[in-house]
C-alpha cells in the first residue's frame, strides 16, 4: 500500500521522557508492529536501538520526522503484556520508558553505534548474497571489525543498515551477540601466576619489584584480591574479563605475560543454559502430610486469591513444595518464574530443580554473561534451537522475559531486600512487579519464607494475600537451641579469646572434635571496619565520600565499600603525625585470619562479595564446604540465602549488636531476618543444632524475641511503632535525592521544592536532610521523604511531585541538580 504513510512511537534506551516519532519506510510498513525493534538514528548521528510502542497514521505537527533506519526484527521482541508492564513501571516508580527498556532486554539485543559488526567465522558461501550485499561483506571482512556507526559511512549508494540486516539474516556477519542461535561452547580466557610465583616469599619479592610499575603492581593485586596470597597456585583460574574493565588494563595484562609473571589458559565452557542433557531425572519427593496440607491449602486458595504467602520455617522443605507446584503447572503447558534474591546463591536451587526438570529450566542471572541472557531471552520467543524453557529461575530483572503463558509467579524468600533495586532506574521491586506481571498473565504468586516481610505478613493478615504454614522442620529435626554469649561481661572477666567468646570456643572446639562443620557469620567484609589514630583520634576518610575507609589485608589497603576508592595504609596519623594507629571493629577477612590462629590447622573458606565475586567463586566455595574440605564457612549475609548443608551443627553470630542498631526503620525487622535465617543453616538433616549469638546486650528487646523465636511478638511490637510514627505499611513513601557538589546550592534547591511540596503536601513532607552519609562520590546528597496515606491516591500525589520537581531546571541555578526519585524506597 503505497502512499499512505505510517508513523511509528518508539521508546529510546535513554533516560529521556515520553516517546519519540519516526516515519517508517514504505518497505518496512508491512513488517513493523508494537514491540518491534529499529534502529533510528537521534541526537549527534548516534544510532539506538529503539522498540516501537505504537503505530498510527497521523503524521506529526510542527516537524519532519526522520525515518527508522531499519527493522531488525520479523516479529515483535517485546509482547503487549510486557509493553503494558513498562508502561505500569514508568508510571508507578517514576521512570522514563528507556530506563525500562535498558533494564528489561540485554544490552545484546540494543546494538548501538558502538556495536561491532564482524564476518561470521563459519560463513564461506557467498553464492546467496546479491551484489550489495556482498560488496557489504567484503568492506566488512576488510577492516575486520566495523561498528554500526562507521556503517555508516561505508558510501554504499543503499541503506547500509538494510543490508546489513540481510547479512544478518543469511547468517553472513554477526552483530555483537543478537544473532546467536543455540549456546554453542564458548572458549572462555583466564589469568593465573605463572608457577614461579606460587609461593608466598616469591610474591612478596615480586610484589617489591614492581613497586615502581604502578599499573602492573595493581593488576597483580587485584589478582591476589580475588585469589588470595594463601596459596595462588590452587586459587581458582579468574576469568581475563574480570582484571580488563578499566582502559589500558589489556596492556598492562599483556606485559605480564611477556614477563613470566601470569599466565593466560584457554578454555571451552558450556553456558549455565546448556549441556544438561543425558543425566536421569528424579520424581519430586512424596510429600510428608505437613507438606501436603500445606500444598492442598495453597492450591485450594489460589482458586479464589492471586497471591499466597508460604510461611514455612527453614529446612521445612518449601522448595519441594515448590518442586510439586512446578510440576503440576508444566503439565498443563504452563510457564513457571522461580524469583530469587539478588545476592541468592543459586547453584542449589538450580541443582535440585535440573534434577527434577532438567533441560526444561532456564536460567537467568545478572551474574551469567549478556550473551546467556540474550540467549534465554530468544529461546522464550521461539527463536533457538532447543525447546523452550518452562520454568526460568531469575533474579529481579527475570520479570522482563517474554513470557508468553505464565501460570505462576514463586517468589523465594520473599523477605529479601535485594528484591528492590535502588540504582539505577527504574527502581522498582520485583516482588510488587511481579504481582503486577501475573495479573496481566491471570497467574497466581507464591511468595515463600521462613520469616515474612512485615508487608507481606500484614497483606496475609488483611486478607490481601492467603496464607499457609509449615511450622515443621522436615524430619523433625528440632528447630536449633540458641545461646546468648555476653561480650561485655566476657571482656570485664579478660575471657575474650580474639573475637570469641567462651561459649563460642567451646561451642567450636565441639564441633569439630565430633567432625562437624561450622558457620560463622559476621555481616561486613574487610578486615576492620576503620582506623583511627591513638593519639589524635583521626579517623581517615574517602577522599570522594562521607564514609571511613575500611582496611583489607589482601590487598593492603584501605577500600571506601561506597565508591570503591582505595588507597594504602598511612604510615603515620595524616593529621598529627602520630605513628600509633589502631585498627577498630572487624570484617570477615579479620574473623578467617584470627580463627585460624586460634584454632590450628582448621580448614578455613570465606564467603562474601569479595571472595564471590564471579558466580564461579562462590560456587567453588560451597562445593568446597559441601564436600568437607573445609571445617569452617565464615561470610556475610550471602550465607543465609537458603543453602543446605548437611553436616553444619554450629551456627556462631558474631556481633548481633550491629545490625541492630543500623539507622533504618527496618533494622529490628531484618535482624530478626538475618539472624534466624543463618540460624537455619544449623542442623538441618541429622540433629537438633545450636547457635551461639554474640552480644554487648543480652537484654535487648530484638534479642529477646530472637531466643524465643518470637516472631509475632516482635511483628505486633514493630507494627505498633509503625503506625504511631507513620512508616510502612502504614503509609506509603517516596524518596527524592538531590546531588551537587556545591552544598549551598544543593540547600537553596531542597529548600525551595520542599517549600513549594509543603503547599500541597503540608506535613506529609520530611526533609530536607542529609543521610547518614551525606557525601558521595564528591556529590553531596539531600533528601527529602514523602509519606502518603494509604487511603490516599498515590497516583495523584506523584502527579503533582512530579509537576514540582519538572519546574526545577526552570530555575537557571538549579539546572545542574541531580534528582532521582524512589518510589517505595525501603
Ligand atoms: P526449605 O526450602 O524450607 O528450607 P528444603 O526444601 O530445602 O526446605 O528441605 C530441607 C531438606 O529436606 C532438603 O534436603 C530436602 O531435600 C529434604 N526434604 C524436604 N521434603 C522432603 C520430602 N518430602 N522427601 C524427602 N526429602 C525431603
Ligand atoms: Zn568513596
Redesign the pocket.
Known amino acids: 500500500m503505497t502512499g499512505v504513510k505510517l508513523f511509528a512511537q518508539v521508546i529510546l534506551p535513554l533516560a529521556v521522557e515520553g516517546t519519540f516519532t519516526y516515519g517508517v519506510p514504505d518497505g518496512l510498513a508491512e513488517g513493523i508492529s508494537p514491540g518491534s525493534r529499529v534502529l533510528v538514528s537521534f541526537g549527534k548521528k548516534r544510532i539506538y536501538t529503539a522498540v516501537v510502542n505504537a503505530l498510527s497514521s497521523d503524521p506529526p505537527t510542527g516537524f519532519k520526522p526522520k525515518s527508522i533506519l531499519s527493522l531488525l526484527d520479523d516479529q515483535p521482541m517485546v509482547d503487549k503484556r510486557q509493553l503494558q508492564l513498562w508502561e505500569w513501571m514508568v508510571s508507578y516508580y517514576m521512570c522514563t520508558p528507556g530506563d525500562v527498556m535498558r533494564a528489561s532486554l540485554p544490552s545484546g539485543l540494543r546494538p548501538e553505534s558502538e556495536s561491532k559488526v564482524r564476518v561470521s567465522a563459519s560463513y564461506d558461501d557467498t553464492k546467496d548474497l546479491d551484489s550489495y550485499e556482498r560488496l557489504l561483506l567484503e568492506v566488512i571482512r576488510d577492516q575486520g571489525e566495523v561498528t554500526l556507526g562507521d556503517l555508516q559511512l561505508t558510501g554504499i549508494s543503499r541503506n547500509p543498515l538494510t543490508i546489513l540486516k540481510q547479512l544478518v539474516e543469511k547468517g553472513a556477519v554477526e552483530l555483537n551477540e543478537f544473532v546467536r542461535t543455540s549456546v554453542s561452547p564458548r572458549v572462555v580466557s583466564y589469568i593465573k601466576f605463572a608457577d614461579n610465583y606460587h609461593k608466598e616469599e616469591a610474591l612478596h619479592q615480586l610484589l617489591d619489584k614492581l613497586a615502581r610499575a604502578p599499573k602492573q603492581l595493581e593488576m597483580v593485586e587485584a589478582l591476589l584480591g580475588i585469589t588470595g596470597t594463601e596459596d595462588p597456585g590452587s586459587a581458582p583460574l579468574v576469568p581475563r574479563k574480570d582484571l580488563v574493565g578499566k582502559k589500558g588494563a589489556a596492556g598492562v595484562l599483556t606485559v605480564l605475560i611477556k614477563k613470566g609473571v601470569l599466565e593466560q589458559v584457554d578454555m571451552e565452557e558450556m553456558g549455565p543454559n546448556s549441556g544438561q542433557q543425558g543425566s536421569a531425572l528424579r520424581e519430586p519427593?512424596?510429600?510428608?502430610s505437613v507438606?501436603s496440607d500445606a500444598l492442598k491449602s495453597i492450591t485450594d486458595q489460589f482458586k479464589k486469591r492471586q497471591a499466597v504467602l508460604l510461611h514455612?520455617v527453614?529446612?521445612?522443605?518449601?522448595?519441594?513444595l515448590y518442586v510439586h507446584l512446578i510440576d503440576e503447572l508444566i503439565k498443563k503447558g504452563k510457564q513457571v518464574l522461580y524469583l530469587l534474591p539478588e545476592i541468592a546463591l543459586t547453584t542449589q536451587i538450580i541443582q535440585r530443580m535440573r534434577q527434577v526438570f532438567g533441560s526444561r529450566v532456564g536460567v537467568y542471572h545478572s551474574r551469567y554473561t549478556d550473551s546467556e541472557r540474550v540467549h534465554v531471552y530468544r529461546n522464550l520467543l521461539g527463536l533457538t534451537d532447543e525447546e523452550k524453557y518452562d520454568v526460568i529461575i531469575g533474579v529481579r530483572s527475570a520479570i522482563f522475559l517474554p513470557f508468553t503463558d505464565l501460570g505462576l509467579v514463586i517468589i523465594d524468600e520473599e523477605h529479601e531486600t535485594t528484591f528492590k533495586q535502588h540504582d539505577p532506574a527504574p527502581r522498582y521491586h520485583a516482588r510488587d512487579s511481579a504481582q503486577v506481571l501475573a495479573l496481566y498473565h491471570d497467574a497466581r504468586v507464591l511468595l515463600g519464607t521462613a520469616t515474612p516481610s512485615f508487608e507481606s505478613l500484614f497483606n496475609a493478615r488483611n486478607n490481601k494475600f492467603g496464607y499457609a504454614s509449615i511450622p515443621l522442620r522436615?524430619?523433625s529435626v528440632e528447630p536449633p537451641e540458641i545461646i546468648l554469649a555476653n561480650i561485655k561481661q566476657a571482656t570485664k572477666r579478660k575471657q575474650m579469646v580474639s573475637h570469641f567468646t567462651p561459649e563460642l570456643m567451646k561451642g567450636i572446639t565441639e564441633a569439630l572434635e565430633m567432625g562437624e562443620q561450622v558457620i560463622l557469620f559476621q555481616n561486613r567484609r574487610g578486615y576492620s571496619n576503620y582506623i583511627v589514630c591513638n593519639d589524635c583520634g583521626h579517623i581517615p576518610k574517602c577522599r570522594l565520600c562521607d564514609v571511613s575507609l575500611t582496611y583489607h589485608r589482601i590487598s593492603g589497603k584501605m577500600e571506601c565499600h561506597y565508591c570503591g576508592h582505595h588507597e594504602p595504609v598511612p604510615g603515620a596519623c595524616p593529621s598529627c603525625a602520630a605513628t600509633r594507629m589502631t585498627m577498630k571493629g572487624f570484617g570477615t577477612e579479620k574473623i578467617e585470619d584470627e580463627i585460624a590462629l586460634v584454632f590450628e590447622g582448621i580448614r578455613v573458606g570465606r564467603l562474601d562479595t569479595d571472595t564471590a565475586r564471579s558466580a564461579r567463586g562462590s560456587e567453588r566455595i560451597i562445593r568446597n564446604f559441601e564436600e568437607g574440605k573445609l571445617d569452617v564457612l565464615i561470610g556475610t549475609q550471602m550465607l543465609s540465602k537458603?543453602l543446605?548443608f548437611e553436616n553444619v551443627s554450629l551456627v556462631g553470630v558474631l556481633d548481633a549488636d550491629s545490625m541492630l542498631h543500623f539507622p533504618d526503620f527496618r533494622a529490628f525487622e531484618r535482624s530478626f531476618q538475618l539472624i534466624s535465617q543463618v540460624s537455619g543453616r544449623a542442623g538441618?538433616?541429622k540433629k537438633r543444632g545450636r547457635v551461639i549469638i554474640q552480644t554487648m546486650d543480652p537484654d535487648h528487646p530484638v534479642i529477646r524475641f530472637i531466643c524465643n523465636g518470637d516472631f509475632e511478638g516482635l511483628y505486633q511490637d514493630q507494627m505498633e511503632e509503625r503506625q504511631l510514627f507513620g512508616y510502612p505499611p502504614y503509609k506509603r513513601m517516596i524518596r527524592i535525592s538531590f546531588r551537587h557538589k556545591i552544598p549551598s546550592i544543593l540547600d537553596g534547591a531542597t529548600d525551595l521544592v520542599s517549600k513549594e511540596l509543603r503547599a500541597i503536601f503540608s506535613s506529609r513532607v520530611y526533609g530536607p536532610q542529609y543521610p547518614p552519609v551525606r557525601k558521595v562520590q564528591n556529590y553531596f546528597v539531600k533528601q527529602v521523604i514523602l509519606k502518603i496515606e494509604k487511603e490516599a491516591s498515590y497516583e495523584r500525589a506523584r502527579k503533582l511531585l512530579k509537576e514540582v520537581l519538572d519546574g526545577l531546571p526552570g530555575n537557571e541555578v538549579y539546572k545542574s541538580i541531580r534528582v532521582s526519585i524512589d518510589v517505595d524506597p525501603f
Open positions: 519427593f512424596i510429600l510428608n507438606q514455612g527453614t529446612s521445612s522443605g518449601k522448595t519441594e522436615f524430619g537458603g543446605d538441618r538433616r
